[in-house]
């Protein structure tokens, strides 16, 4: 998905104000589309000269106030364009799983940590997709609804892999440092026996 798409989807689904859009990204649209609030305004001026959008009329002076964009018929001849297209999955790209492939060959100083923090940070943003889903979509009957509600399972469906995921992944490291510790004492004894025994 691109920026552009995911603008022309939230103006057409509620005309808004830069400033109106940025909130909506930073509560909504920004769990699976994230965007500044520099680009955000950058976009809407780009859709503005593209034609896909315009600025509403105002009875205010312009210098100062916030403009309230829409949706043109020629931005929604676009997102329906794009909609309708294909769109092939993107390959995960992790920071966390190539520190897990950087570690294997430099060590794992901080990695349980890190692991930790993830999985606090994931447990945090599944309870909250689980709030918006009770609060929000208790019930969903009109077909907006219950596609938007898909969006947010998907999202939880996510979030739980990665507190499943991560779980799996603290007691695996668990569980080889453990390995590794009775290796280092089997070695010690050995090492002590040895010295014992020579005369």
Do not use: C, N
Not at 59 to 65: L, M, V
Not at 143 to 158: S, T
């Amino acid at each position: 998905m691109s920026l552009p798409h995911a603008i022309l989807t939230a103006l057409l689904e509620k005309p808004s104000s830069g400033l109106e859009l940025t909130r909506r990204f930073d509560r909504s649209i920004g769990y699976f589309w994230s965007a500044t609030h520099q680009q955000i305004y950058r976009e809407l001026g780009k859709l503005e000269q593209a034609g896909l959008i315009r600025a509403l009329p105002s009875d205010q002076p312009a210098r100062g106030q916030k403009k309230d964009f829409e949706v043109l018929p020629a931005g929604r001849t676009e997102l329906t364009r794009w909609a309708a297209g294909e769109h092939d999955p993107k390959p995960v790209r992790d920071a966390l799983l190539l520190r897990l492939r950087a570690s294997a060959v430099v060590g794992r100083h901080g990695l349980d940590d890190e692991l930790r923090r993830h999985l606090t940070l994931h447990q945090r943003q599944l309870a909250e997709y689980s709030r918006i889903e009770e609060r929000d979509f208790d019930a969903p009957t009109s077909p907006d609804d219950r596609l938007q509600r898909l969006v947010l399972r998907a999202g939880i469906g996510l979030e739980t892999y990665w507190v499943q995921w991560l779980t799996e992944a603290l007691a695996e490291v668990a569980d080889i440092e453990a390995a590794q510790d009775g290796e280092a004492q089997g070695g010690e004894a050995q090492g002590g026996e040895a010295e014992g025994s020579s005369p």
